[in-house]
Structures are given as structure tokens and as C-alpha cells.
């Protein structure tokens, strides 16, 4: 259940605790196609790194870079299995699991070298401040590496519509409806490196949506 204060816990239900338990199941075939895309990304990742809603840990591979990275996960039947993952992890030193809000992120301003958010924008309280909390934490210098999936046009965006009320509920909160792009640049983001997303994606339970992946800066 979604606090309706974005600085309050996240109070799990039944649906938040089984969209956990099946999440990698779920995509595991829209993942071994992403794993080019995250690859690609995490070249932009170093230094002192905070992942937002890293979930089940899908990203842990990807970190070889990094000097620390604090994972900030709301859910705790995602952190669980997170943990399980990052106690065997080749590098589990250097991970750190926070249960945050990515409206409210526990680290000092302009503390962070790299953001990294892949499918978290959808599902966050309030996405305008989750991005106005990125650019807090963020280093003048640092980057936000986002992969995304965002709403479509014409018959696709009326369908994403329709779907995003039974997301949100069985979903985590999933938007399958939100302007991703249109929100970092309402947020003073400025996109620096796009990276090409396969087509043919079917991401959680939904049909192929539009996404969005690449680096972007605080302007």
C-alpha cells in the first residue's frame, strides 16, 4: 500500500509480497535481453554509487567499478531476497541495503558520484521528488544512469491507460502511463548518452512498452 505521505514507510500487502516472490520469474526473458543494455550502462558507473529500488537485485552483476553503492529498497519481501544475493555476491563488501524512499534518500548532498534507477521511475510515490532528491544527493559532476519504461502513442497510450490502475495494484505501484522523458526534463535533466533498448520487450506483465536508457546530468 502507497503512503500518502512520500516520506512515510511503504505498508506491504499481499499483492506487493507475491509481486516479489514472482518478480524474476516473471522477466527472466525480458532480462537476458537487457543484459546489453545494462552492461552498456553500468560502463557509466563508478565511485560512491546509490541504486534506487534495486529490487531482486538484477543489477548486482553489473557493479565492477564501484567504490560503494547503497541500495535503497522500500519493500522489505524485496530486500530479503536482495540480501540473499548480495551475500553471494563476488564483490558483497562493497553493498550496502538501506530500507529508504527515493523521495527521501538517508546520504548527504552532493555525496554521490552515480545514480542508478532501471524500472524504479514507474513505480515511485511521486516522481517529481524523486528527481528533485537525485539532484540533492548528486555530485556537480555526478551522473543518473536510468533505464525506463515510459508511456506510448496513439492506441498503445490509451491501452497503458487502461492498465495502470490494475499495475499500480499488483505491480508495486507500477505507472505504466508516466512521461519518463518528459519528467527529467521537467526535473533539469539534460540526457547525455542514449542507449538502444531491444524491441520485442515484454517488461513484468505487461505487453512491449516504449523505454528509455542512458546518462544523464543535472543542468
Keep these: 500500500m502507497q503512503p500518502k505521505n512520500p516520506l512515510d514507510p511503504i505498508v506491504e500487502d499481499r499483492n506487493s509480497k507475491r509481486f516479489a516472490r514472482i518478480y524474476d520469474s516473471m ?73 529508504g524512499r527515493a523521495e527521501c534518500v538517508p546520504v548527504d548532498s552532493q555525496s554521490i558520484d552515480t545514480v542508478v534507477s532501471t524500472l524504479v521511475l514507474c513505480s515511485v510515490p511521486d516522481v517529481d521528488r524523486t528527481l528533485a532528491e537525485i539532484r540533492r544527493i548528486l555530485k556537480p559532476t555526478g551522473v543518473l544512469v536510468f533505464l525506463e519504461h515510459h508511456v506510448g502513442t496513439g492506441p498503445r497510450s490509451t491501452l497503458q491507460h ?29 540526457v547525455q548518452t ?18 528509455a536508457a542512458g546518462i544523464a546530468t543535472p543542468s
Design 194 to 211: 542514449t542507449i538502444t533498448v531491444p524491441n520485442g520487450l515484454s517488461l513484468r506483465v505487461s505487453p512491449t512498452w516504449p523505454m
Design 27 to 99: 522477466n527472466e526473458r525480458s532480462e537476458r535481453k537487457l543484459r546489453g543494455v545494462r552492461s552498456a550502462l553500468f560502463q557509466h558507473v563508478a565511485g560512491n554509487v546509490v541504486e534506487l529500488g534495486p529490487g531482486t537485485g538484477a543489477n548486482l552483476r553489473y557493479y565492477e567499478a564501484a567504490e560503494r553503492v547503497t541500495l535503497v529498497e522500500p519493500y522489505r519481501a524485496m530486500r530479503k531476497i536482495l540480501a540473499d544475493r548480495v551475500e553471494s555476491a563476488h564483490n558483497s563488501d562493497v553493498f550496502s541495503i538501506v530500507d
Design 162 to 190: 487502461v492498465l495502470t490502475p490494475f499495475m499500480k495494484k499488483y505491480a508495486a505501484n507500477c505507472h505504466l502511463d508516466r512521461n519518463t522523458p518528459r519528467a527529467l526534463s521537467r526535473s533539469g535533466f539534460s
